[in-house]
T-cell receptor, first 115, second 113 residues
Framework: QQQVKQSPQSLIVQKGGISIINCAYE??????FPWYQQFPGKGPALLIAIRPDVSEKKEGRFTISFNKSAKQFSLHIMDSQPGDSATYFCAASSSGETSGSRLTFGEGTQLTVNP | DTAVSQTPKYLVTQMGNDKSIKCEQNLGHDTMYWYKQDSKKFLKIMFS???????INETVPNRFSPKSPDKAHLNLHINSLELGDSAVYFC????????????FGEGSWLTVV
């Protein structure tokens, strides 16, 4: 059962444009929602994260929007740059699991920013 | 200094062989993980250790055996390798549970032929 669904699978944006990646989750116990960025040949790296007590978090050109009632969250990349071209993963975790907290990832979005 | 380092980076081996991947973190974290990334880039947790104690074993075949000699090391041994084991295996670490930043290694690319 895929608990975190991510879309689109791939995204092509022109330099300077806005990239938007969406995720939806099912488990209402999730209370931590990070986004990871992965460049080819490298491991994922934390980009930005949000907890459900706020509806938006911004760090530089990257913004997470969070809608608790809809169980959805999204990543917005403003003024997208070719260097942003990478695979982006949303993820979710909860504190209440008796078997240990685990990070559940979405399927990933391959972002290409054309110059 | 690399925060989470894993070796080897590339591994090509035949079906039926046994192989190991080693991982070390120098961040002083108490929790370490193994994740598997398949050909479609889907990331899935395999194991999690906290202070050398296994806390997550995510329905992984028992051909996969993690070992944590100390909290800075988490090795992965795989017996009787199968074609379907071909993937990228990522070691990672965090301080506390996965609601804190998880730092990933660069991955070990395993190809079983």
């Amino acid at each position: 059962q895929q608990q975190v669904k991510q879309s689109p699978q791939s995204l092509i944006v022109q330099k300077g444009g806005i990239s938007i990646i969406n995720c939806a989750y099912e488990n209402t116990a999730f209370d931590y929602f990070p986004w990871y960025q992965q460049f080819p040949g490298k491991g994922p790296a934390l980009l930005i994260a949000i907890r459900p007590d706020v509806s938006e978090k911004k760090e530089g050109r990257f913004t997470i929007s969070f809608n608790k009632s809809a169980k959805q969250f999204s990543l917005h990349i403003m003024d997208s740059q070719p260097g942003d071209s990478a695979t982006y993963f949303c993820a979710a975790s909860s504190s209440g699991e008796t078997s240990g907290s685990r990070l559940t990832f979405g399927e990933g979005t391959q972002l290409t920013v054309n110059p | 200094d690399t925060a989470v380092s894993q070796t080897p980076k590339y591994l090509v081996t035949q079906m039926g062989n046994d192989k190991s991947i080693k991982c070390e973190q120098n961040l002083g974290h108490d929790t370490m993980y193994w994740y598997k990334q398949d050909s479609k880039k889907f990331l899935k947790i395999m194991f999690s250790y906290n202070n050398k104690e296994l806390i997550i074993n995510e329905t992984v075949p028992n051909r996969f055996s993690p070992k944590s000699p100390d909290k800075a090391h988490l090795n992965l041994h795989i017996n009787s390798l199968e074609l379907g084991d071909s993937a990228v295996y990522f070691c990672a670490s965090s301080q506390g549970d996965s609601r804190n930043t998880i730092y990933f290694g660069e991955g070990s690319w395993l190809t079983v032929v």
